[in-house]
């Protein structure tokens, strides 16, 4: 419900946007080193104070009612900062697993999350639809195995981002959030299996409902 989301448009309100970008194709293939970025992260952070005061809007503001008072939480217990994909056309996806004592990591659900706003999730349809099962399959075993070996065990729940990166025309596929606990779409997801009787194929990435026969006397029913 974006409860503790803030977000904040940096690059249309940073006066030195479009130096910064001559900086990085001045020094070229140089720029990701540290020194290279120097001067412009410093002239970045001198910008930046400023401009997420005047500029930075609260999600949900049952929580936080102004600005300040999310500023004075975040600075208080600290957050996560992430930057937003280079796209106007971005779908987030939800994948709940489960791992086991033993290391064996299950993936339960995916999901393509529905948006009430940009940051406000309304609903998951699931199984998700936008990226190649199989890709998806691999990233989250992976980030499964990561949190085991950091003693982590029992239900996880990953959230991703998709798009096309417009420079290269390939889809991307970055991972945004990890919670640690048995989530309401894990919960759903269990529902929706208990009412159809249905399953999740971890191999094909669908989610499959067994063929009912239904009673003459009910077909014909339904016919009239």
């Not at 001198?46 to 936080?64: M, T």
């Not at 989250?140 to 982590?152: D, F, K, L, W």
């Amino acid at each position: 419900d974006g409860r503790g989301t803030a977000y904040c448009d940096v690059t249309s309100h940073l006066e030195c946007y479009k130096w910064a970008l001559k900086q990085a194709e001045r020094y070229g293939s140089k720029w990701s080193k540290r020194w290279a970025q120097e001067p412009t992260t410093i002239k970045i952070y001198s910008e930046l104070p400023e401009i997420i005061y005047n500029n930075l809007k609260v999600v949900n503001n049952k929580l936080f009612p102004s600005v300040e008072k999310f500023l004075v939480a975040f600075t208080k217990s600290g957050g996560v900062i992430e930057a937003c994909p280079p796209s106007d056309d971005v779908t987030c996806i939800t994948v709940d697993m489960f791992i086991a004592p033993t290391g064996d990591v299950e993936i339960k659900n995916t999901g393509d999350q529905i948006r009430a706003t940009e940051f406000q999730t309304w609903a998951i349809s699931s199984p998700q639809t936008s990226i190649n099962p199989s890709r998806l399959h691999s990233i989250s075993q992976s980030v499964g195995n990561a949190c085991y070996e950091r003693g982590i065990i029992g239900y996880i729940s990953v959230g991703y981002a998709t798009f096309i990166d417009p420079l290269t025309e390939d889809q991307q596929l970055w991972a945004i959030d990890l919670k640690i606990q048995y989530t309401d779409t894990m919960a759903m997801s269990n529902i929706l299996q208990y009412v159809t009787g249905g399953h999740f194929d971890n191999g094909t990435g669908l989610f499959k409902i067994p063929e009912y026969k239904v009673m003459p006397e009910m077909a014909s029913r339904f016919q009239s």
